[in-house]
């Protein structure tokens, strides 16, 4: 009996329940190489059993011509088939890389979604193979890629991510997913790239969205770089985001080294009434604060004295 016979025996064992275990385990033991063609045909297949199993095999058979139609099954409307093409494409190593890359810009979301996990799932390893796809692919699927180069993470990953900003094809993916990588590196490099007009918000918006833990703290650290570029843009930030940031800058005149006189700037322009309550608070047990932020209070005093005068407008 040829082996195509076989596998049309076992295709009807599968169909059949009472069956289908012995016909999984026949199919398993069917090794011929010249099984792959017959084996993508069936999977088109109405039942997702046979689909199911077939799957399984073309990924032990480890032939290449089943990598793209095994691709395109990643769409099939049930789950464990879908699972199992996953797996058998898991497979193929990296002899699946090129063609699931080129997949990346498939409409279909299960395609998409199931391609990332299997190229996450790789890890480092690949993490060159798929910086250089991003400059040999469309926009699209260079913005997946950079997608599955965060997922994956790690100091690699950063790196890419990091040279990423100057490419204007992927830069605003690079700049939200660095900032959610907590990435200080990153930061710093935001910093410089905010002298482009254009990604200005999306890196304001960036800072914000990340919080005063990490986002906060880094810029204050930032105001007492070396680069004067550096400082200056890590100011206009600061006065961007506002209200936020009174707390961390008064905290930071305590802060050995620090710029005081720039610092108590910045508190004048976005505010010190707004930061009145804190300085009062700390200037309580740090002389340091008390003394730097004396003319804050002083003129605070004044303005409470004139109202309680009864003074306003030009008598003033």
């Known amino acids: 009996m040829t082996s195509i016979e076989k596998l ?22 069917l090794n011929d190489p010249s099984l792959v063609e017959p084996l993508i045909k069936i999977m088109s297949s109405n039942n997702w059993v046979i689909r199911w199993c077939v799957a399984e095999k073309l990924g032990d058979l480890g032939n290449s011509k089943a990598i793209t139609p095994l691709i395109k099954i990643l769409r099939d409307k049930d789950f464990h088939v879908r699972k199992n093409v996953a797996k058998s494409l898991e497979k193929f190593g990296s002899l699946a890389f090129p063609a699931l890359v080129a997949h990346l810009d498939e409409r279909n979301s ?55 900003i100057s490419n204007k094809r992927i830069q605003k993916n690079a700049i939200v997913m660095l900032m959610q990588m907590n990435s200080k590196q990153g930061m710093k490099e935001l910093l410089k790239a905010y ?19 990490v986002a906060g703290s880094f810029l204050i650290n930032s105001l007492h770089s070396s680069s004067l570029p550096i400082v200056l843009r890590a100011e206009v930030i600061i006065q961007k985001i506002g209200d936020p940031m009174l707390g961390m800058l008064v905290k930071a005149l305590s802060i050995k080294g620090s710029d005081k006189n720039r610092i108590v700037g910045l508190i004048k322009k976005i505010g010190p009434a707004k930061a009145l309550n804190i300085i ?37």
């Open 8 to 29: 049309k025996i076992i295709i009807d064992k599968l169909k059949d329940e009472r069956s289908r275990w012995e016909a999984i385990l026949d199919l398993k033991m």
């Open 110 to 164: 299960n395609i998409r979604k199931n391609i990332h996990s299997i190229l996450v799932k790789t890890g480092e390893d690949d993490i060159p193979n798929l910086e250089a796809a991003i400059n040999t692919h469309n926009w699209i699927i260079a913005n997946q890629v950079i997608h599955i180069i965060w997922r994956i993470g790690g100091e690699m990953a950063e790196k890419v991510l990091v040279k990423a």
């Open 195 to 213: 002298a482009d007009p254009s990604l200005r918000l999306l890196i304001l918006n960036s800072f914000k969205r990340k919080g005063l833990d």
């Open 280 to 316: 009062k608070q700390l200037s309580k047990t740090d002389p340091q604060i008390r003394h730097l932020t004396r003319y804050i209070r002083h003129q605070s005093l004044s303005k409470d004295s004139d109202t309680k005068g009864g003074k306003s407008g030009i008598f003033k």
